[in-house]
């Protein structure tokens, strides 16, 4: 409208009402509003045309005297949160490279603006978990191993299989059979909320069998062993591309939007975005629920890693106080020897290591009277005299 005052007739602008042939024959309506409802028309048929997997890309329209684009598309609605979206993308492509999580073109099979929209809905404690998951910076033993620098280093084996390296990865892919199990039946959780969804049984499918390969069969050999539809094999090779582990961190390929086929169930997410968000949503919480187990087979105060080390060391110290027996002790303190302890396997130890910490003061006692070249019988007189 701008432009078009500086035209060289007059110019009378008015509002026509839109699709007024939804409810007047076209023979009824004025000429405006036919006009209108052929443009409207043109427009429909020319969208028809396009190739949905290759969408061409906005241009300036005519006459029209600015635009902005980034990243060769167009912004037609607000800019602020695109922009922040583009330079923040940018930056995470360039970081994701230098750390060696998805390298060159295998990041941008990424659909980054959905997992960009749901990152932005999740708690931020959350939001930190899938942080250094990704990035694994979690307090795993190999983590926790490189952070210590003075006296015994860990061992970075994990605790559930101690076979491998526990690293972000192992979280995932640990062998142990409890690990396995609590992995499909995380599955089989986010596979109920898909149904529940209206998602296409096929689609449902191929994610759980997905999942549950743990990263031994790709997914485009799961659509061929299972002869699966031939439009799900562009998905399958983009997201092979991105791998099984970024799958379940919630770096789902951006072929997959164009896939979804939602069935008219109740409760039916019509809205592809949302659709997206409840499937990321639901692999980050299987991870999480991954990285929980681990933590309660570490910490859990009676079975726990630490737990049973605790014991173990525990046991180590009775028995050697047990050993040493009268042995730089008085005669006062030797009933400590009398004391009936508890099956460490069927207590919490306190009061074992309440004893083993009683009878080290008693012999340091003893040691300390003795370097004092003091009788302890006497020690104890003069303490007494005092």
Known sequence: MLNCSNLSFKRLFSHVKAHQEDNTSWENLAREAQLNCGC???AKDELKKVDLQDMPA???????????????????????????????LKEA???????KVLLGDTFDEVAWKHVYRTLHKVPKMFQIFACKQVFDVSATFVN??????????????????GMCKENGAHILLCPEEGRVEALKKFSERLATTLVECGTERDLVFLILHYIRSRGESSMLDI?????????????????????????????????????????????EIEDISKWMEILITNLLEVTHGMWIYRNVVVHDELEGFYAVKGRERLQRAVEEQ????????????????????????ESSGVREAYWVLAIEMA????????????????????????
């Open 93 to 99: 492509r360039s970081v994701f490279h230098e750390r």
């Open 223 to 267: 659509c061929r062993e299972h002869e699966l539809p031939e439009e799900y094999f562009r998905f399958a090779k983009s997201q092979d591309k991105i791998g099984w582990r970024r799958f379940l961190e919630g770096m789902v390929s951006k072929e997959l939007p164009d896939l979804v086929f939602l069935r008219d169930v109740e409760g």
């Open 363 to 386: 012999r340091k006692r003893f040691e300390i009277a003795r370097r004092n070249r003091v009788p302890a019988a006497d020690t104890e007189d003069t303490e007494g005299e005092g």
């Open 144 to 161: 926790l191993r490189k952070r210590t620098r003075d006296g015994e280093k860990p061992s970075d084996k994990c605790p559930s299989c």
């Open 40 to 42: 409207d028309q043109a």
């Open 322 to 345: 047990q050993e040493l027996g009268e042995t730089n002790l008085r005669e006062e303190d030797k009933w400590l020897l009398e004391v009936n302890l508890s099956d460490l396997d």
């Open 58 to 88: 906005q241009k300036q329209f005519p006459l029209e005297p600015l635009a902005l684009f980034i990243d060769g598309h167009k912004i037609t609605t607000e800019s602020g949160p695109t922009i922040r979206y583009a330079a923040q």
